[in-house]
């Protein structure tokens, strides 16, 4: 799969079959959508091309308008979106940047601009409630006029449903945001993870409760940075963590406890700055790398959070937080003995 930056680019296709949106998530309505798009692009004889857009029109009207409520809470990172449009067989990316430029555009001129000077769209697919242009003015019909006009297939795609539940972005968010790690699971068709290259932290975690975990690597962790300040899950899930040995997909993935979030209990200045963070906490170190001292600062890791197992807590002291870590430890092992492997 090749990933643009925009469109104005000579290694993008003259001529493609497009669908249209943030795909936040790529659940399994998305995916639906997906499978549509490749076999309509293989009719066609085109390569099949998602347009999407960073950072998420939302986003920039609630920064633009000073309403930081009007964001809505981000499910993937723009990193897990391109690996799980990739996955769907995804032959080509558009990622747009939304701004001022792009949001004053009227519905003809998005069409004419960006859908056929710029992508040479031949084929459409957009969801049943799609909108365009600016203030939303462009639906479903003018698109269709627009298309008959100029030359391009439209077509849509009516929502999908799980056991009579409507499968959307919306939908996720509401599940993550309850903690219902198997709603979620059933919306995406997979696990819930979190992916990235593993960055430094304070290192509190190596020497943090060495008494408690009965080893020398105390509470090791793992950090990876949610670079949007707003994810759709928060709080201690019980995980397993793929690529920690090698690359993803060839070692078996090992059991931990991470936190999503701004880790209230520490301080907000220290070197990840109070920003979004995955942090796991490792229950089997591989005895490989604890044998080699090998380090996996930069490497890529995915996390899978399979149960939330509480909201994150201020602790009034480092024992106090100790003591927490130890407890979420032993229900994660708890946890793992009912529905593990």
């Avoid at 857009?53 to 499910?75: G, S, W």
């Avoid at 793992?222 to 690529?243: E, M, T, Y």
């Avoid at 490497?299 to 149960?307: A, K, P, S, T």
Wanted: contains cysteine; aromatic residues 8%.
């Amino acid at each position: 799969m090749r990933v643009f930056r925009g469109f104005q680019h000579p290694g993008v296709a003259p001529a493609c079959a497009l669908t249209i949106g943030n795909f936040d998530g790529v659940h399994r309505g998305h995916q639906a959508m997906l499978a549509l798009l490749r076999g309509e692009a293989r009719q066609r004889g085109l390569p099949s091309c998602v347009l999407t857009f960073e950072p998420h029109p939302r986003d920039y009207f609630a920064q633009a308008l000073k309403k930081p409520a009007l964001a809505p809470a981000r499910i993937a990172t723009l990193r897990d979106k391109l690996d799980q449009l990739q996955a769907c067989g995804v032959d080509q990316v558009v990622v747009l940047r939304f701004d001022a430029r792009l949001a004053a555009l009227s519905p003809q001129a998005f069409i004419d601009d960006v859908l056929r000077q710029g992508l040479g769209a031949r084929y459409v697919l957009v969801g049943d409630d799609f909108r365009f242009g600016a203030q939303r003015a462009g639906d479903y019909a003018l698109l269709d006029a627009a298309g008959s006009a100029a030359g391009f297939d439209v077509a849509r795609m009516n929502s999908y449903e799980v056991h009579g539940l409507r499968v959307s972005s919306s939908a996720v968010r509401a599940a993550l945001a309850e903690g219902d790690m198997a709603t979620t699971a059933r919306l995406l068709g997979r696990p819930y993870a979190i992916s990235g290259h593993v960055v430094h932290g304070r290192k509190l975690g190596r020497t943090l409760g060495e008494s408690a975990a009965g080893r020398g690597d105390g509470f090791r962790t793992l950090n990876l940075r949610f670079l949007h300040w707003k994810p759709a899950a928060s709080g201690i899930f019980v995980v397993q963590v793929h690529g920690l040995e090698g690359p993803l997909g060839q070692h078996p993935p090992r059991l931990g406890v991470a936190n999503l979030g701004v880790r209230p209990s520490l301080d907000p200045n220290d070197v990840n700055g109070g920003r979004v963070l995955l942090e796991t906490h490792m229950l089997d170190w591989p005895a490989s790398l604890a044998a080699s001292g090998r380090e996996v600062y930069g490497q890529v890791i995915r996390v899978e959070l399979l149960h939330k197992l509480h909201d994150e807590l201020k602790y009034d002291s480092l024992t106090a937080l100790q003591a927490g870590i130890a407890r979420d430890c032993d229900d994660a092992r708890a946890w793992w003995q009912v529905h593990g492997a």
